[in-house]
Every structure is written in structure tokens, then in C-alpha cells.
């Protein structure tokens, strides 16, 4: 039997309403997930295992059409598809550095920022 697991990138929300989604489509065996959590397991029965992955895709992808979810992507790494809306690389470096909220100079640590910080209170 071949499983496949779809990850929601934290989204509980989606991953419960794709649950109910792939149950009707009559594909898998079996679909697991634990309660408040953003992953499916889904084991595919006899006759879908040699095209397991494209048929989940395909599914999947049909889903989110079907609801406006156009911005949402699918992953596909061997047995695992991962479901998300793509971060921009700038977004994510925001995240992760400290900016000046005077000059927008960015910098990587807190203890940088206030060492920046100080130029302008001179």
C-alpha cells in the first residue's frame, strides 16, 4: 500500500476541508489526521498506486480552483506534497532582520540595530 502525506504549511483549516474533500473522491483507502493538525496521510488503495502522487495533485489542485485558492501552490517532494501560498524572498528577509525605524537601514541582530541607532542621536 502506498501513502502519501500532504502538509498545509499550518493551515488546520484547509487540511480538514481537503480531508473531506478526498474521502468523497473515493481514491484512497484510507485518510488519517490528527485532530488540529495541518498534515494528511492518505493510503492509496490497489488501483491508484502507480499513479498515486499526480492523481492526489490533480485532486488537490482541482480543489483549490474549484474554491478561488489560486494563490496556493503545490509542492511535490517524492511521497510528501505540501500545500501553501509562496513566501517573496524579501517578505521572508523581513522577517529576519532588524530595520531602523528612522532610516530603514536593515541590519541582523537587535545589538547591531541599537549600535545603528546611535548615529542618529548624534
Not at 7 to 14: E, T
Not at 30 to 37: A, E, Q, R, S, T
Not at 75 to 103: A, R, W, Y
Request: charged share 25%; net charge negative; with cysteine.
Amino acid at each position: 500500500m502506498a501513502y502519501i502525506l500532504i502538509n498545509f504549511a499550518g493551515d488546520v483549516h484547509l487540511a480538514q476541508a481537503v480531508k473531506r474533500y478526498l474521502s468523497s473522491q473515493n481514491v484512497a483507502s484510507n485518510i488519517y489526521m490528527l485532530p488540529d493538525g495541518d498534515e494528511i496521510s492518505v493510503a492509496l488503495e490497489k488501483n491508484n498506486e502507480r499513479k498515486g502522487n499526480r492523481l492526489i495533485k490533480d485532486i488537490l489542485r482541482n480543489y483549490l480552483d474549484s474554491h478561488n485558492l489560486i494563490r496556493y501552490q503545490i509542492t511535490d517532494l517524492e511521497n510528501i506534497l505540501t500545500v501553501g501560498i509562496p513566501k517573496d524572498i524579501d517578505e521572508i528577509s523581513n522577517l529576519l532582520m532588524c530595520v531602523c525605524e528612522i532610516c530603514g537601514w536593515r541590519v541582523t541582530t537587535e545589538e547591531e540595530l541599537l549600535i545603528h541607532r546611535r548615529t542618529h542621536w548624534i
